[in-house]
Nanobody, 125 residues
Framework: VQLVESGGGSAQAGGSLRLSCAGS????????IVWIRQAPGKEREGVSC????????YYSDSVKGRFTISSDSAKRTVYLQMNNLKREDTAIYYC???????????????????WGQGIQVTVSS
């Protein structure tokens, strides 16, 4: 199982970025895919999770209404469209595979065996 993030970078507040998490060695029916972020000096925060096999999606309150998670099973890729970015969205973003189809995400433990390498998102005002 391998996960590779792409699409990060810098944006102005109010702007948009789209992150991609490309998977290999599994299908999107095998795991929920989680986006987690960590800002300097802060704890990891679960941002969103998609259970493609059941069509279920979850968002943290901090991004609800601004971020949209989606998946393309044929490409084994999960996307995180981030709109109306805020400075507090600045963090390293990771995708991870949740073997319990977002149940672990909902618990806030974020203990996963498979993680991407992380990608920086920086939002400036």
């Amino acid at each position: 199982v391998q996960l590779v993030e792409s699409g990060g970078g810098s944006a102005q507040a109010g702007g948009s970025l789209r992150l991609s998490c490309a998977g290999s060695g599994f299908t999107l029916d095998d795991f929920g895919i989680v986006w987690i972020r960590q800002a300097p000096g802060k704890e990891r925060e679960g941002v969103s999770c998609i259970n493609s096999s059941e069509g279920k999606i979850y968002y943290s309150d901090s991004v609800k209404g601004r971020f949209t998670i989606s998946s393309d099973s044929a490409k084994r890729t999960v996307y995180l469209q981030m709109n109306n970015l805020k400075r507090e969205d600045t963090a390293i973003y990771y995708c991870a595979a949740d073997p319990r189809y977002c149940t672990t995400y909902a618990s806030g433990l974020y203990e996963y065996d498979y993680w991407g390498q992380g990608i920086q998102v920086t939002v400036s005002s």
